[in-house]
């Protein structure tokens, strides 16, 4: 009876198999599902730009912390509850997580990895994006048309200018990245390409547009030493009272700080010297608030709370952004129109400190630390000043000696097995 049981089970398996294929063809189509061929209408452009500014979300705020991790603003230690991620661990110590890490793996740090691919998606969809409005009828043309051009040139030049700021092919070498297969593109050509870009947007910029364009302009040449050109857009740029231009986050998309770097989950602390800051002036803490981490063991170490709600938006670049830029090319003898003293007196009025009475390049160099903690700025900083950290942890019970020498985070293993000009 068994036998027989099996026997018809069998049968009746292979009469499913060998039937004909239209029993699973009778299915409704993908609804959350385009493909590319789909998405060249002028009815598609609401829905491309949203896309491009939702992946600008997931890279912006990655990456920047990542940058911070590998700068000196940020440090990982396990002595914090939560803290258990090794490849955060490699970034803090430069590539090398301790001396028995050779950093031959660095490219392979799939934390570094996740914001590379993610950058080379935003990278990609603004291009698509100005490919498709491209390809409209300008004589149909309407305010989406304008929208995807201004945000397509906006974002596919940001995406070159992290490029060209955070991403390296090498330690000890120059940053920058390729592109769609291409050889190495170094920080010159790619901040160029992202000028480019910027430049493209200012024709489709409202007022206020332009005025952030400016900015990003200034800071590209900012980061390259190019003082007087970086005056030149600075003096265009930004001013008081501006809203600055931001990457979004919600509940369901969290901003990184909040989840790697705050009350989301403690894995990375801040500084030691923040909380000096706040020492030597109780009125910083309103730029720069802190609360105790959970412990395991150790001095009591503290994670940012600039960031405390997953949905917080994180600049992009600011008035108060360029106000410190102005401020340090005043100090670097560039002609711009104000001093270097009331540049940084209005950036600290925002938030109700008193006025310093005289402001150098060491000066700038601090305040832009506070300012812009958390925003990815500290990274090219300490590249600039050539002021580099050799410790982690630093003044606490647990500082580590950092064995790495990265400067930049990793192009990833990824590209360098499958692209085949690397």
């Not at 998405?39 to 890279?59: C, N, S, Y």
């Not at 590379?116 to 490919?131: S, V």
């Not at 000043?385 to 942890?393: A, I």
């Amino acid at each position: 009876m068994k036998n027989i049981f099996n026997t018809g089970l069998i049968i009746t398996l292979f009469s499913l198999i060998s039937c004909e294929e239209s029993w699973f063809q009778d299915v409704d189509p993908l609804k959350d599902v385009a493909e590319d061929r789909e998405l060249k209408d002028r009815e598609a452009l609401p829905f491309l730009i949203k896309g491009v500014k939702v992946r600008l979300g997931t890279t912006h705020d990655n990456v920047s912390m990542l940058s911070d991790l590998l700068s000196d603003q940020l440090e990982f230690t396990q002595n914090v509850q939560n803290a258990t991620f090794p490849s955060y661990n490699q970034v803090d110590g430069m590539g090398r997580a301790d001396e028995y890490d050779d950093g031959s793996l660095y490219d392979d740090n799939n934390s570094s990895g996740y914001g590379y691919d993610q950058l080379g998606q935003l990278r990609k969809y603004a291009d698509l994006l100005i490919e498709t409005v491209s390809g409209l009828d300008a004589a149909d043309a309407t305010d989406d048309d304008q929208e995807a051009f201004y945000t397509g040139y906006l974002l596919g030049g940001f995406a070159r200018h992290m490029y060209a700021t955070y991403y390296g092919l090498e330690a000890g070498g120059d940053g920058g990245s390729p592109i769609d297969d291409s050889p190495m593109i170094y920080s010159a050509a790619m901040y160029d390409d992202a000028r480019s870009k910027f430049l493209a947007a200012i024709d489709y910029a409202t007022d206020a547009e332009k005025r952030i364009l400016n900015s990003l302009i200034a800071r590209t040449y900012l980061y390259q030493s190019d003082y007087s050109n970086a005056a030149t857009y600075a003096g265009n740029g930004m001013t008081s009272g501006d809203a600055p231009l931001v990457s979004e986050y919600s509940t369901m998309s969290t901003n990184e700080y909040y989840q790697h770097a705050g009350v989301g989950r403690t894995q990375n602390v801040v500084a030691q010297r923040f909380l000096d800051y706040v020492e030597a002036d109780a009125g910083e803490a309103v730029r720069l608030p802190v609360q105790a981490a959970p412990m395991q063991t150790g001095t009591q170490r503290y994670i940012q709370t600039k960031y405390d709600e997953a949905s917080d938006p994180i600049n992009i670049i600011s008035w108060q952004e360029n106000h410190l830029m102005l401020a340090e090319l005043a100090s670097r003898g560039q002609s711009v129109s104000v001093s270097a003293a009331d540049a940084v007196n209005s950036v600290r009025a925002e938030h109700g400190l008193t006025a310093l009475e005289t402001v150098d390049l060491g000066v700038v160099y601090t305040e832009r630390d506070k300012e812009l903690f958390g925003t990815g700025s500290r990274l090219p900083d300490q590249l600039r000043w050539d002021n580099w950290h050799s410790t982690t942890n630093t003044d606490t019970d647990h500082e580590e000696t950092i064995f790495g020498g990265w400067k930049y985070l990793p192009v990833s293993r990824s590209e360098k097995n499958n692209n085949p000009n690397l």
